[in-house]
């Protein structure tokens, strides 16, 4: 359920910023495939690739985590 989570946030601030999974995954230096099993939820990303995601998107960690509250 975390790493569906996970993936779902990736993805979705992925095609906010207008990338690709070739394009980020390039951007990240990591292959095609193992960001395609990130966003599935297929595969938990680790520190390394979270790091890698934030820096590519220029968004924060806490931007990013499936933990964060959204108080409207």
Do not use: C
Not at 9 to 14: D, E, H, L, M, P
Not at 27 to 51: A, C, F, T, W, Y
């Amino acid at each position: 359920m975390e790493a569906e989570q996970w993936g779902r946030r990736i993805r979705a601030f992925r095609k906010l910023k207008g990338y690709t999974q070739e394009g980020l995954a390039d951007k990240m230096n990591i292959s095609v495939s193992i960001l395609g099993e990130i966003e599935r939820g297929n595969r938990m990303p680790d520190q390394d690739h979270i790091q890698k995601v934030t820096e590519a998107l220029n968004i924060s960690v806490e931007e990013l985590s499936p933990e964060k509250v959204h108080l409207t």
